[in-house]
């Protein structure tokens, strides 16, 4: 159940980093957003690649959430397991292809 809660929980910051990144809220810092050579290039690189990712990490923040959530209130060991993996892999995944968007949006951007 401890491990379904953390899941949930880092789900939801996931979630709200998502959100503020494709609002154009979340400027550029040490901690949180996509933290690549080329969104830490600039405050323009950052907010055109935050824009544009954004809505993939909310995504992903969204799997993890739900998976996590699914983790802490299933009874059943399988149950809880493949919610845990599932959750996970498409947050990573999601998260992958956010920086992939936002730099496709950086690069067209650029040309």
Known sequence: ???????????????????AAGAGRLRRNAFVGIRTRTSMSSDEAWDIVHRAGGPWLTAGGLALLIGGTVTATAGSETVRMTAT?????????????????GHTAFRDRVR
């Open 85 to 101: 993996l599932v959750g996970a892999v498409l947050c990573v995944v999601l998260a992958v292809v956010a920086v992939y968007m």
């Open 1 to 19: 159940m401890v491990e379904g809660i953390v899941l949930a929980v880092a789900g939801l910051a996931v979630v709200v980093s998502g959100l």
